[in-house]
């Protein structure tokens, strides 16, 4: 019997429609408050499988998730890009002028702030969860406050849409990691993608001369991230994302990376969700 | 006559002790509720500068802070470090036992989490201004909520600290920059760092082989972050912070990434804090 998924956040949430678009419709969920909570769940064997939000467009790298990946030697088996699309709802008869407040999680107030600006008379409060302000208004018949979530929300819990896409840029993509204790047993003929985490020391071309062995060994960087090791003053540890075409290329890179790098780590190795 | 300097919060903030560290403790701030309107202040020529959180060892960059310096052409003059450190306080005469919630900004609440978990009859509630928290405390005399903020505050509204250095990481430090419009006339020879952006192909190398030419003009990488260019797949926008010794390796080596990079552009030139 296959176990539910972790998801942060409710139905209706973002996490939910990666959930179900990653697995499927049907996808039984365990909904987590926080992300520390869908770990625990995950750690505790109630669930087998994480949707965890990594980046995105605004905010970049969200840094906390690395760490809980990292700190719990989890792996990444998958990698979903949602394109986040922004509605402002309300209960059924209302228009935006009778709304006083709209209450969201602060990166979504953070994405659609153009479009708030040009409606000065609304409060703007930040909230835990997006699809759970939705819920909320709906279960208690809430006038004159409006969420900002996804349409699913809008659909599973009865409300009106007032505005359609109201996030800043229109093509608001978000990458989530589908995230397991420890990575499944996948062909390697499939691997195309490995994110990694290494640390170098403060060294002039020190991360130059690992990015050459990188591209020697033929990998493609997606993404790179430094954070300094606040114990230790000039070590800096790197969070990169690679892809490849012969898993025996990323192999030989990944044994020179070791020996020329500290702490190298192997945070998942999985199919690039862009080819 | 000086202009005041615009904050981020309330006095009593990390935005304001940053200011008077940076500045002098008399220093006059404008208090602004979001790094947006610190922004507004300083375009409209109601302050002269910004002190502005850039990255700190938890969240990383925040990257929504670098697109406001970015998109207004604004310049990055100098920099400061502070060891952030997170005291639980309350109105006078109250125990952790008697307190049933705390409220913080979201990133205060991260960062304490390990303290609050021994806690769990405390309810976290998000806020949007540490400091903010203890004034309404104060001036309200509410009981049993508690305020997670700084020592400053603490002493600035007359709260009782319950709890010292509540953080999870003990050496907790934040990177401010200080933003003026245009970058100021200082003497070459006084800077040593700069903060840069380009954007990038995806090729494979092409980033290697800028970082090469940075290492062979003997800068020094003391931060680098990438981020997809969402409305230009394949292309990269890269955000360093580089440090070197003379003004004159810096500008031959931005002479060469103007010639190799698509839309390079500097953020600033300051003097490294961190010397």
Known sequence: MTKPIAIQGIKGSFHHEVAQQYFNPKTEVVECMSFDSAVDSLLQGDTDYIVMALENSIAGSIIPNYALIDNHDLSIVGEYYLDVQHN???????SIASISEVHSHPMALLQCKVFLKDYPHIKLV???????????????????IAAIASKNAANLYGLDVLAKSIQTIKHNETRFAIIKRQNHQIER????KASLKFELDHKRGSLATILNVMSDCKLNLTKIQSLPKIETPWKYAFFVDVTFEDYKDYEKAQSIMQLMAENFKVLGEYKNARL
Do not use: R, Y
């Not at 402002?88 to 209302?94: V, W």
């Not at 835990?128 to 006038?143: G, L, R, Y």
């Not at 003929?189 to 195309?192: I, R």
């Open 189 to 192: 003929k499939e691997l195309n």
């Open 126 to 144: 930040e909230a835990k969860d997006t699809a759970d302000v939705a819920k909320q208004i709906s279960e208690e018949k809430i006038k004159g």
């Open 88 to 94: 402002l709802m309300a209960l059924s008869g209302q």
